[in-house]
T-cell receptor
Framework: GAVVSQHPSRVICKSGTSVKIECRSL??????MFWYRQFPKQSLMLMAT?????????EQGVEKDKFLINHASLTLSTLTVTSAHPEDSSFYIC?????????????FGEGSRLTVL | GEDVEQSLFLSVREGDSSVINCTYT??????LYWYKQEPGAGLQLLTY?????DMKQDQRLTVLLNKKDKHLSLRIADTQTGDSAIYFC?????????????FGTGTQLKVEL
């Protein structure tokens, strides 16, 4: 089946630094990718929809300047957590559909665990 | 907004059947999904059901949907230790083109020998 890969799987950074997480669709093109955040023992919360070649669509309450999303190609979306603080520590998961328009199966990456010291 | 709820924890013995329940509030839900998450990993789609269906069976998995009560369940027959994980139900509303999933709180399934 289709594969979505995230990198890095784990990252530890100091408070105030920025961290970039990559999400790649390995064997299909994804015009739309989705970024989720998961706190320990909680559900996934959609943060934003990443659109290839245009601006991301953020969910209510998600800071655009804090979580920068760039979808530069049909196989890569990046999430940059800027000026990270301990409260940004979380598990970030991306997903992508194999087909556009809301059809096609949704595949999830392995997730990236961010720890901010 | 949409709300999806699940019980937090379920413990079963190996070989027994597991039933994980989910309730949702959005009456316009089109697709309803079950995902499995193993520790430290992403989500794996197990199965899904379209809202005009009552039941779907896929090997050891049986999904039942009661649209009137907005209740979804996942039954795992002959539960194995490898089934231990967190199970999330999710739904997509009619609006949004099916792109936005609302996830439940997740049910941690523990399979004991």
């Amino acid at each position: 089946g289709a594969v979505v890969s995230q990198h890095p799987s784990r990252v530890i950074c100091k408070s105030g630094t920025s961290v970039k997480i990559e999400c790649r669709s390995l064997d299909f093109q994804a015009t739309t990718m989705f970024w989720y955040r998961q706190f320990p023992k909680q559900s996934l919360m959609l943060m934003a929809t990443s659109n290839e070649g245009s601006k991301a669509t953020y969910e209510q309450g998600v800071e655009k300047d804090k979580f920068l999303i760039n979808h530069a190609s049909l196989t890569l979306s990046t999430l940059t957590v800027t000026s990270a603080h301990p409260e940004d520590s979380s598990f970030y998961i991306c997903s992508a559909r194999t087909q556009g328009g809301g059809t096609g199966e949704l595949f999830f990456g392995e997730g990236s665990r961010l720890t901010v010291l | 907004g949409e709300d999806v709820e699940q019980s937090l924890f379920l413990s079963v013995r190996e070989g027994d059947s597991s039933v994980i329940n989910c309730t949702y509030t959005d009456s316009s839900s089109t697709y309803l999904y079950w995902y499995k998450q193993e520790p430290g990993a992403g989500l794996q789609l197990l199965t899904y059901i379209f809202s005009n269906m009552d039941m779907k069976q896929d090997q050891r998995l049986t999904v039942l949907l009661n649209k009137k009560d907005k209740h979804l369940s996942l039954r795992i027959a002959d539960t194995q230790t490898g089934d231990s994980a967190i199970y999330f139900c999710a739904e997509t509303p009619l609006t949004g083109g099916g792109n936005k999933l609302t996830f439940g709180t997740g049910t941690q399934l523990k399979v004991e020998l």
